[in-house]
């Protein structure tokens, strides 16, 4: 009845939830990215709102974010991973439809704050396939390879919706839309794989999902995103309004920046997982640091000289900073709760990222260039200095 399984077969089969993990994670990843090259023609000239009020857009994902966090508390097995992925996008894919044809600028806000809860799940059910696809040894080069995935995906996205954009900047949300709808149907193809993830640890007494060390991954999380905030939002407008940059230009750039995050992501991973984390960590953060200390440097020389080397500086740079935080900081056999809990951290920090840079450029009158010159040097020094502290607090963790 029972038959032998060569060792090939077994190794195909254990790299099997990798792959659907990955192609998951990709086309998930895909939609919000289509946004990035339009957020100015989606928000400003649409809704006819301030460059600072169109922060918000990017930053209201954070309350549906804690809105699913708080349902997959209530519901914890209820549901199997293939259900909360399907549901995700599906409603997903209502939602961006929803927001491609309102007229109202409040709405807009809310139909992508609910949406960013399903943006939750689509995302860290991927990554806890991802961490569970293999052994502890190469666990960074698992993530690595699953921010590889994402930043191509990312990478197409900021190219495609650009393009699609380029006439109406409606059309990249019903391109979103399409594309979640066919992510579901795929899921559903795949769904032996989508539910093949690994038994969670038995939960602890403690009423956080998290263990200490976990919750430095969380701050790894939030402050990184908060850095990709400043990137994916401010930067696009300051550009877009201070220095007469093109969306073409603008694209180009970006998808240099997340093409240079693919290619050394996965490397990055391997090298953590032979070096340590937290020196990956480190280097990594450092580079991130300087080089959008860097953009300041527009405000002397033309964006054309300065753009594309500081960004694709900061992708090699931030290739390197999740695979190694979720080597020293997180479990692969968590739960999806807890990877759930990371991703709601890392809205927590895009949201703050989002919200004080808009912030900024509201209450602090000055020109959109000199904004950008003085803001970016300033945010790339705090980034090194919070990861310097949050590696401190780790090390003396781990003594204890």
């Known amino acids: 009845m029972f038959t032998a399984v060569s060792d090939n077969t077994k190794h195909i089969r254990s790299k099997h939830p ?5 192609l998951l994670l990709g086309l998930a990843a895909i939609p919000d990215a289509m946004v990035i090259p339009v957020l100015h023609g989606l928000t400003v000239e649409r809704f006819g709102v ?3 009020t169109a922060h918000y857009f990017m930053a209201i994902n954070l309350l549906g974010a804690l809105f699913a966090i708080g349902i997959l508390a209530a519901l914890k097995r209820r549901f199997s991973s293939l259900v909360l992925f399907v549901a995700a996008a599906v409603v997903s894919a209502v939602f961006m439809a929803c927001m491609a044809i309102t007229e109202s600028w409040a709405v807009f806000l809310a139909l992508r704050c609910l949406e960013g809860g399903a943006d939750l799940l689509l995302l860290s059910i991927p990554f806890r396939l991802i961490a569970g696809a293999g052994k502890q040894e190469r666990y960074a080069g698992r993530i690595g390879g699953g921010f590889t995935t994402m930043m191509v995906a990312l990478a ?10 380029k006439d109406s900047a409606e059309s990249v949300l019903w391109a979103g839309a399409l594309l979640m709808a066919i992510l579901s149907v795929i899921a559903l193809m795949l769904r032996r794989a989508v539910d093949k993830t690994p038994p969670p640890p038995l939960p602890s007494s403690s009423a956080s999902p998290l263990i200490p060390r976990e919750w430095v991954g969380a701050g790894f999380y939030a402050i990184d995103r908060g850095l990709t905030a400043i990137v994916s939002t401010s930067l696009p407008i300051l550009l877009a309004s201070g220095f007469n940059v093109t969306k073409m230009m603008l694209g180009v750039a ?6 240079s995050l693919a290619a050394f992501s996965a490397p990055a991973g391997i090298l953590a997982d032979r070096f340590g984390g937290g020196k990956i960590r480190l280097i990594a953060s450092l580079m991130c640091g300087l080089s959008l200390s860097g953009l300041g440097l527009m405000i002397w020389l033309p964006p054309e000289v300065i753009l594309v080397p500081c960004l694709l500086m900061y992708g090699a740079g931030a290739s390197g900073l999740m695979p190694s935080a979720f080597l020293v900081a997180v479990r692969q056999d968590a739960s999806n709760l807890v990877f759930s809990s990371l991703q709601a951290a890392g809205q927590a920090g895009y949201a703050v990222g989002v919200l004080g840079s808009g912030l900024l450029i509201t209450v602090v009158a000055l020109p959109p260039d000199l904004m950008l010159s003085r803001m970016f040097p300033i945010a790339g020094l705090l980034f090194i200095l919070c990861n310097l502290l949050l590696l401190i607090a780790l090390r003396n963790m781990a003594k204890r």
């Open 18 to 22: 990798l792959i659907v993990g990955c």
């Open 50 to 52: 301030s460059e600072g």
């Open 156 to 165: 197409i996205g900021v190219g495609s919706g650009s393009a699609i954009g």
């Open 254 to 259: 970006l998808v240099g920046m997340f093409l």
